[in-house]
């Protein structure tokens, strides 16, 4: 059997010219290429970013049983005019299930051009009739964020098709001391996500969308667990700042998903005991440096978890969220 990887993405080898300033692969070799932006190299990868063979090995010596492959956010192209955006998703989406037509094993997730409602509806529904099992979507818009009125227009188009959204943060802020190290890859990222949680609870998307919704955001949800108890304090000292929402924090606990990649059993722990057993899905993001090997590594040996809290985080939750279940 195996577990099931809910966060891992990929990169096709090679696509059409996506226009002036949009991302373009530069080939090294047979496995190897380049993401590059203009001139400037945005990252490394690998033939396991493309390579459905490559991928299928690694899950078989990770055990790994199944793969939700996502989108690199890179190429979201949010920032494009809605019409080039529609066109670039349907060509990653298109490449997408090229990539993962070799085996039932990976269930693709589709990019959705989410500045614009319509479109991302649009592009969602034809999607998923052709093969998407899934959306992943970038956290923020621009300067909107997850209760953007058009971004939860399209989170409710999900919540009627049944289809999941897996939030993906990404466009960090840079400043001079944002792009020192990994520092917007490291503090900026869990920051982004911790922001678009409390967006969608303190902006009233729970409070507006069907609680139907299957929403799943990355990386342990960011720092939000972490810090649930200042966010709750805050609601309570200072309401006529931030309650906004019909209840407090802590009454959306349940609401959402978050991946398993913390790193560490602690991080782990904490998770769990603050948005339930029930909540968390064995990620990993496969196949970058930033991700865990093998999936699910400290999930597997974390002490705490009894054989049944370890089998719904490796699998059973993961089913569901994907309607996997077998009558
Ligand atoms: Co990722």
Known sequence: MGLIDIHTHFVPKGWPELGAGRPFLRVDSERDATIMIGSAEFRRIHSDCWDAEARLADMDADGVAAQVVSPTPVFFSYDAAPVEAERICRIF?????????????????????????????????????????????????????????????????????????????????????????????????????????????????????????????????????????????????????????????????????????????????????TVGVDRVMVGSDYPYPLGERPAGAVVRKAEFLSAEGRAMIETGTARRFLGMETP
């Not at 058009?150 to 009627?160: D, M, N």
């Open 93 to 273: 989406n298109d490449l997408a299930l090229e990539i993962c037509a070799p085996s039932p094993r990976f269930v693709p997730f589709c990019q959705v051009p989410l500045q614009d409602p319509d479109a991302a509806c649009r592009e969602l529904e034809r999607a998923v009739a052709a093969g998407h099992r899934g959306v992943e979507i970038g956290n923020h818009v621009g300067d909107r964020d997850l209760d953007d009125a058009g971004i939860v227009t399209f989170l409710q188009h999900a919540a009627s098709l049944g289809v999941p959204v897996f939030v993906h943060p990404w466009d960090m802020p840079t400043s001079p001391r944002l792009d020192r190290w990994m520092a917007r890859w490291l503090a900026g990222m869990p920051a982004e996500t911790h922001l678009s949680i409390i967006a969608m609870i303190l902006g009233g998307v729970f409070d507006r969308v069907p609680e139907n919704l299957k929403i799943c955001f990355a990386h342990g949800g960011g720092s939000f667990a972490f810090w649930l108890g200042r966010f709750e304090n805050a609601w309570h000292g200072r309401p006529d700042l931030i309650a906004t929402s019909a209840k407090p924090p802590s009454h959306y606990i349940g609401r959402f998903h978050v991946d398993s990649v913390v790193f560490d059993e602690r991080a782990l722990r904490l998770l769990v005991d």
